[in-house]
């Protein structure tokens, strides 16, 4: 059996953990005060200060005269609080939480950068034996539901260049078989969903569906993810007919606001 992709360390160390998940926080989403990182993180807000404080001193974040704190030079990203990005976690939120409130398993948002995924939102459910939150995470795109799906949307050239051969000189076995992939990719886009079984992580099901914007391009992907023993493939029409449900309301509040 595959070894899982995303193991956590044996010995953990909370304070790097929080200052990477801070970090990615004003990457993705862009200004936010000392109290919500503090919220998302769930710490006391002296210690999102002094997290924040450190990254500043590090230059991955900069604090402006409205006392927010956004992405600094280090991460290279021209962050905004109004950017696509943060307003399409904002919009998914309330229907990820609707998505858990009907299936009560963890319901995920994620977008594809190059050959990757990175999962913008989770909301866990609350069962005892759960697929925990991915938020932040950065998974190789071809490995997940939400990758897939986006994926699905490319031109075989565009496919080309995502996996060109001189991109994986230095990790030839990361690599996808192209052909391969193509034929799955095919089908994906016939079914217009996505299942991964173990493909990410050994001993998780995942089931997704596409995130349009308003001229039909793809935005995101919308999942839910379960432990595979709870995963009965009877349900699979019923899972993706909720899911869709939820992209669908998704799409239409993000063109209200003009995404």
Known sequence: M???LKTPPPYPIASVDHALRAAAILQL???ASVSRIAERLGVARSTAHRILAMLVYRDFAVQGED???RAGPVLEVASHSQSLVSRLRT???PHL???VDLLDETANLSVRTGDTVRFLASVECGQALRVGSREGMVFPAHRTTAGLLLLADLSDEELDEVYAAERYRDRPAERPDAEGLRVELRRLRAN???VNRGRSERGLTAVGVPVRDRDGGLLAGLSVSL???RYDPVRLRSLVATLEAAAHALERDLAEEGA
């Open 192 to 194: 217009g969903f996505a």
């Open 91 to 93: 919009a998914a939120l």
């Open 29 to 31: 989403e862009g200004g």
């Open 2 to 4: 595959d070894k899982p």
């Open 97 to 99: 939480q609707r998505v």
């Open 67 to 69: 006392r927010l704190y």
């Open 227 to 229: 432990p595979s023993v």
